[in-house]
């Protein structure tokens, strides 16, 4: 059984990360589509407090002992399946990062080797 | 007006040809910037050689990113208005200067629409159109009949705005929350293409995370947001 004391506390964290979540859109912080997650993430545990079935026929079907540890089991999960995404994202963030400083630096040698032959060949014709 | 055509590329080297030729060989008067957003095959190439008028991104930025590029040039160079236009031969040139007449009325926003006069189709990519519609609907009261449709026309104030802001996506979300702030969105109807090569960015779990996403923002986000003129 899920206690009302439980109950109240996913749900004042859930709306309390919502709303620090659209604050920060609000603010220009936050990018929408980096938000969504959240705000989907805490509209699941909300429904799942607010309808504490949900939770019990859950634990039912996966053999769990209570409907609390069903509840642990989702937040693991959704958490375990972000982090996840979220190294691939880094490390796709960090190749991009690599890949456009070297570009930059590339590019900036080819105009100072430019700059270069431009004035040796200058200073060959004077 | 000055128009300057923005049409994002990302791998289109069996298109861009095609669609940069008909522009240039039948539409002259108009500006048109390629953005090619760090294509992985022949597309720069192509461009080049032809003497297009593009812009290489160093690395892929996605359609946001690339667009906001055409738009920051567009805003630096003092357009009036910029059409978003794909690189896949979808969108027609010749609905430009219609959608030009209906700019002029003084909307900021003129959306190339499938469904003003035609009805849409059941079809299950139908389906997604036809759920965001609804979600405008609910949150605006305005009635929007294609905002999916990726052919868009902004004016100079919306040029300002989508060039220095953030979450200001080229997609039906960013339309809702305008229309929602006060920008006048009008639609005129136009005829699409199919695709003729290469393949459709939307498979069925992209078109599944895109709804979700649009949806969710147009429901809830948006209407949280603060808009930055």
Redesign the interface.
């Known amino acids: 059984m899920l206690s009302l004391v439980f109950r109240i506390v996913l749900i004042v964290i859930s709306i309390g990360t919502a709303a620090y979540m ?1 604050k920060k ?2 603010q ?2 936050l ?3 980096h ?2 997650f959240w ?2 993430f805490s509209g699941i545990l909300v429904i799942l407090s607010l309808i504490p079935d949900l939770a019990i026929w859950g634990a039912k079907l996966l053999g769990i002992y209570s409907s609390t540890n069903f509840i642990f089991l989702i937040i693991f999960f959704l958490l375990i399946l972000k982090c996840f995404y979220m190294t691939i994202e880094i490390s796709s963030l960090e190749y ?1 990062v690599k ?2 400083a070297q ?2 630096a590339l590019a900036e040698r080819k105009e100072w080797d430019r700059e270069q032959e431009e004035q040796d060949g200058q200073s060959k014709e004077s | 007006m000055k128009l300057l055509i923005v049409i994002p590329a990302y791998n289109e080297e069996e298109n861009i040809e095609r669609v940069v030729e008909e522009l240039q060989s039948k539409y002259r008067q108009y500006d048109y910037l390629i953005v090619n957003d760090g294509s992985r095959d022949r597309t720069s190439e192509i461009c080049h050689r032809n003497h297009y008028h593009i812009l290489d991104l160093p690395i892929n930025l996605g359609l946001t990113g690339a667009f906001q590029t055409g738009m920051k040039y567009a805003y630096e160079n003092g357009y009036d208005c910029v059409l978003q236009f794909d690189a896949d031969g979808q969108h027609l040139p010749k609905y430009i200067s219609m959608m030009l007449e209906k700019m002029e009325e003084g909307y900021d926003i003129v959306i190339g629409s499938r469904f003003v006069d035609e009805k849409k189709n059941k079809s299950f990519r139908m389906l997604g159109s036809f759920l965001i519609s609804k979600a405008i609907r609910m949150t605006t009261g305005r009635k929007i009949a294609d905002p999916t449709s990726g052919m868009r026309m902004f004016n100079r104030d919306m040029i300002r705005e989508f060039a220095n802001n953030i979450n200001y996506e080229p997609e039906p979300d960013t339309i809702s929350f305008l229309v929602k702030q006060g920008a006048e969105v009008g639609e005129v109807q136009v005829h699409m293409e199919e695709r003729i090569a290469g393949e459709s960015y939307l498979n069925f779990s992209r078109s599944m995370k895109y709804m979700m996403r649009v949806l969710v923002s147009i429901l809830v986000v948006q209407n949280f947001r603060k808009r930055n003129r």
């Open positions: 659209l859109i609000r220009s912080k990018q929408i589509g938000a969504i705000l989907v991009r890949e456009l570009k930059i």
